[in-house]
């Protein structure tokens, strides 16, 4: 019987709140308990799992009945039922029992449908229209293409295919999935309405090893009688201008289709409409659209209810049949890219030079809706950008081959019509608009967001309006770079840069429940893993990628790139406690450290013969030779590649040691104890090599840059003993220029926790609150609302950079302002165990901090007003937490206006030197104290 207020809740399946189309034949439950007594921790739990909701709710014919389990588990806990059958749609349900016997109700039923489990569950074939092969660029050196100024000649380019197909439905339609996948980029119409709400499928994949289907319900849009199914499809990433050089065909040069369209009737019998020979082909208005250029469409062509039954095809041509080996193909993961959000245009300048630009009034990454009405044939030009001259006037300031981001539309004249490209999309903030009849008016354009789009999960709010800012920053740059993969930024390259998502993911997890979305990624990067174990520099590692590589480095991965592969699955563990991501990726975090390991021990650097017998000993354990991107973008290096050269020695070696110690702590988190032994020794080694090396009795590192002791002191790489004297260099070194920051791409992370671990707290805020250049402040008061590539993309005496203006890389200090400043932390992975933390001294009167956690809400939040402290600490239920409240005595700390001994739900408290520490369970908790 269920008693109280105990309630399961927020019912995820992998992840997804109610996901459609998943092939995992295990898939994992997450709820949530809500209780509205403090102190609520989950006993026991009992999932149902049927195949149709009557039978859940009747319990008969049950796929699973886990009976009722002892275990305080709300999180991934894995089906074991019967095997799961393709197509098929499973009800679930669960209910919970506290610590004190209470039982809830069962919870609201949630559902998830299985996609095509079997190779054999498809029985379409690959089609490709008639279409001329996408014209292979010249393959030009990165300089080469980087100086390749000319605008693209879109006369190569081609417009898009679109297919159909008719079909009837013998009687009412219950049920209907789509199941489709492309060589290029699609979107599906049945009987002329969108199937789906998503953009750009089957999205951005490692197309040779992995290519997601995507599932569709689209009941409602087939009806008795007769349909049409139609798909307009696009280059996309598989045969478009990709990456940094901008070449086509990365993948191949022919668009292609592979369709299922299951129909159920309500007599429960079956019919298949699939992708074959009698599916017609023809194009219409998208005269081309490139992932990169830009989208033409001429709407004089516009092929009028193409995707209706009666539609007259005789004229389209016929398709032909591919054969493609179909072992890559998988479900898709994931949220998918949607418009998730969209913006109006804030103001409509005329620029000294004359030209009409629309801002929007914020950098994103996504594509211009605009509205208009003029004679037919008047050719309207967008141009994107995310950034104005020094003068106000409009500049694509993004350098290289296919950097156009232009869209081109022609009216069709007559009524108002709509244009909005359909397989583009642009980085901008700034849209200069030529050709526009009539008066450009701010309320005839928006801007959709685009963005995998991934649950908020966390917000960060204090007394400093710039710290806001950086913050929203820090989102918007997340929110526009998770667009179907981890990108660097969403104009220049958008490439999947191991380096990059590795410094920003704990602070992603903060912002967003990126779990799904970073494995997929991942699983794209173990396929990618080269036999050796390197792992590539950037996933998708297309074939213009690879080409950069070798070119320029010489091989394909790097130190603090490489390592993606073991610190992302790490920070999602420790974000969401998920141990299943350390185990599938396990072996490829082996592979990559074996293949350091190997490379530390066998290439020596130039002056090894100088060398006496101590000193070549401990050249094994160094990862000096190579190239690596080093210390990327430190800002006093003349250059990145000068930033590169100064810094990749001790970077590489400090991160053969930070990777060997996760890798050992992993280990330990898998019952893998040996190996843990392993790799925990291997650390100790390549740490003491390190120190031997590099460290001076003085405390300073041969390698004198900021960087360096914030990665020497973060991984202890130097003898405890020296430690202070270490970071003492760092301090004199942020000093002496000017209480500024010099760290690159890979120290970044660490440089403020480093300053507060060591005593320098007050120097960590001066950074923080800096606001000359370099500094993240220094950005905001420029007028920054995204994240920049580097410090000083806009230079302090106004000139513009050909940098981006929307790279996460340098937002990971979020992760900090969470932590530190907000003081919201973890004690365990996943937020079992919680610590409220917070900085009241720091120079803020307030701050807090809101996450979402897997177990529900938590919050850090303080206030200063004089010498009274307010610490409000919100801790779910199912989780414990452990607040401390800084220079409290506990006599006079009041919680909700009760004394500490009374109030409910506290299990403890402790006085230490510096406060006072409580121990607590779930529940809301207000405490307020005089400083002591
Ligand atoms: C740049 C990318 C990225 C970085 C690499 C090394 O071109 O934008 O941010 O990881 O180089």
Known sequence: MATGDLEAGQLLCESMVNPVGIDMLAPRFSWQLKSERRGGLQAAYRIMVADSEENLLRCTDLCWDSGKVQSDESVFCTYEGEPLTSRKRYYWRVKVWDQTEAESDWSTVAYWEMGLLQREDWKALWIEPKQEPVAEDPILSLREALQCDNPTDTSVLHPCPYLRKTFSASSAVRKARLYATAHGVYVFEINGQKAGNQELAPEFTSYDRYLQYQTYDVTDLVKNGENAIGAILADGWYAGRI??????????DKLGLLFQLELEYEDRTQEIIVSDQQVKCSTGHLIYSDIFIGEKVDARLIKDGWTLPDYD???????SAAHFDMSGLVAHYGEPVRVVETLPAVRVITTPKGETVIDFGQVIAGRVSMRVEGPAGTEITLEHSEVLDEHGNFLNNIKGRHKDQKDIYILRGGEPETFEPLFTFHGFRYVKVSGYPGVVLPERFTAAVLSSDMRYTGSFECSDARINRLQMNIMWSQKTNMLSIPMDCPQRERAGWTGDIQVFAPTSAFNMDVLAFLTRWLRNLALEQLPNGEVPNGVPYHKSFIHIDHTLMGKDSSAGWGDAVIIVPWALYEAYGDVKVLEEFYEPMVKWIDYV???????????????????????????????????????????????????????????????????????DVLGKHSDAEYYSDLNRRIRKAFSEQYLQYDGTLSAHFQGAYVLALQFDLVPEEARGKVAEQLARLIEENGCRLDTGFVSVPFLLDVLCKYGKRDLAYKLLFQTECPSWLYEVERGATTIWEAWDAIKPDGTVSSMSFNHYAFGCVGDWLYREVAGLRKEQAGYKKIRIQPDVECGLSHASAKYESRYGTIVSGWSKQGRRITVTAIIPPNTTGTVILPNAMHENVKESEMPLNEALGILSYRQTNSGVSVHLGSGSYRFTYDLA
């Open 243 to 252: 990456g940094l050089a901008g070449n086509s065909c990365q993948y191949g």
């Open 313 to 319: 095809d005789s004229a389209w041509d016929p398709v």
């Open 597 to 667: 390991r190997r490379t530390a021990e066998n290439e020596m650097p130039d002056n090894f013969d100088q060398m006496d017998d101590v000193q070549k000993e401990r050249q094994k354990y160094l990862w000096n030779t190579g190239y690596h991107f080093g210390d990327w973008l430190m800002p006093s290096a003349s250059s990145p590649q000068d930033s590169a050269i100064k810094t990749k020695e001790p970077v590489a070696t400090s991160f053969y040691a930070y990777s060997a110690a996760l890798l050992s702590k992993i280990a």
